[in-house]
Antibody, heavy 122, light 110 residues
Framework: EVQLVESGGGLVQPGRSLRLSCAAS????????MHWVRQAPGKGLEWVSG????????GYADSVKGRFTISRDNAKNSLYLQMNSLRPEDTALYYC???????????????WGQGTLVTVSS | QSALTQPASVSGSPGQSITISCTGT?????????VSWYQQHPGKAPKLMIY???NRPSGLSNRFSGSRSGNTASLTISGLQAEDEADYYC??????????FGSGTKVTVL
C-alpha cells in the first residue's frame, strides 16, 4: 500500500523559512516523479512544484518560483520542499503526491498524503 | 496560469445523473489528453477518479465517467449516491509544462 506522510508544517512569520518533508513507502520511490500541491483554507487545489525521478527535471508554479526549492533523496525515500521568503498567501495545507511515471511531464496525481499545514502569520 | 473554470455547485437526487464541466483553453484542456478529476471529502486528501480524460483507475465505480469537447472537459456521475457528496476538482497538464487545477465544484445529494 502506498503511503505518503508529510511533516514539517507549522506557524512561521512572514519572510521566514520552513522545510517540508514527505516520507514515502509502499512503492519503489525512485521509479516515480513527485509533486507538492497545496490548498489554502476553504480554497481549491494549486500545483506548487514537481520533480522527476532523478531530479533532472524540476518545475514550479509562478507563484513560488524563486522562493521555493523542491528536492528528493531516493536513498531515504523522501521528498522535500524548502520554502523561503514566506508570505501570508502561502498559508495552506501542503500535500505530497505521487506522479504516474518517472518523468515529470506530462501526467497526473496518482496517490496523495494527508498534508501538513503551513501558517504564515505575524 | 489561471484556474480552470468549474461551476461552484451542482446538486441532484439519489439515482439521478449529474455532470460537472471544466473549461480551460487551447493551452491546457484543449491541448493534450492529460485531464484528470479528483474527489475530496471534507478533511480528507483528494482521490484520483478519472485520468487521461476518460479512464478510471482500477476498482473505481463505473458510475463515474469523463469526456472532453474542445476546451471543456466533463465529469458525469450516474446513479448518484449519498457517498458521492464531496468536492470535485479537474486538472490539466499545460503547454508550458506545468499543471493547473479547476476552481472546484461542491456536489450535493438532495
Amino acid at each position: 500500500e502506498v503511503q505518503l506522510v508529510e511533516s514539517g508544517g507549522g506557524l512561521v512569520q512572514p519572510g521566514r523559512s520552513l522545510r517540508l518533508s514527505c516520507a514515502a513507502s509502499g512503492f519503489t520511490f525512485d521509479d516515480y516523479a513527485m509533486h507538492w500541491v497545496r490548498q489554502a483554507p476553504g480554497k481549491g487545489l494549486e500545483w506548487v512544484s514537481g520533480i522527476s525521478w532523478n531530479s533532472g527535471t524540476i518545475g514550479y508554479a509562478d507563484s513560488v518560483k524563486g522562493r521555493f526549492t523542491i528536492s528528493r533523496d531516493n536513498a531515504k525515500n523522501s521528498l522535500y520542499l524548502q520554502m523561503n521568503s514566506l508570505r501570508p498567501e502561502d498559508t495552506a495545507l501542503y500535500y505530497c503526491s505521487q506522479h504516474i511515471r518517472d518523468s515529470l511531464h506530462p501526467g497526473y496525481f496518482d496517490n496523495w498524503g494527508q498534508g501538513t499545514l503551513v501558517t504564515v502569520s505575524s | 496560469q489561471s484556474a480552470l473554470t468549474q461551476p461552484a455547485s451542482v446538486s441532484g437526487s439519489p439515482g439521478q445523473s449529474i455532470t460537472i464541466s471544466c473549461t480551460g483553453t487551447s493551452s491546457d484542456v484543449g491541448d493534450n489528453n492529460y485531464v484528470s478529476w479528483y474527489q475530496q471529502h471534507p478533511g480528507k486528501a483528494p482521490k484520483l477518479m478519472i485520468y487521461d480524460v476518460s479512464n478510471r483507475p482500477s476498482g473505481l465505480s463505473n458510475r463515474f465517467s469523463g469526456s472532453r469537447s474542445g476546451n471543456t472537459a466533463s465529469l458525469t456521475i450516474s446513479g448518484l449516491q449519498a457517498e458521492d457528496e464531496a468536492d470535485y476538482y479537474c486538472s490539466s497538464y499545460t503547454s508550458s509544462s506545468s499543471y493547473v487545477f479547476g476552481s472546484g465544484t461542491k456536489v450535493t445529494v438532495l
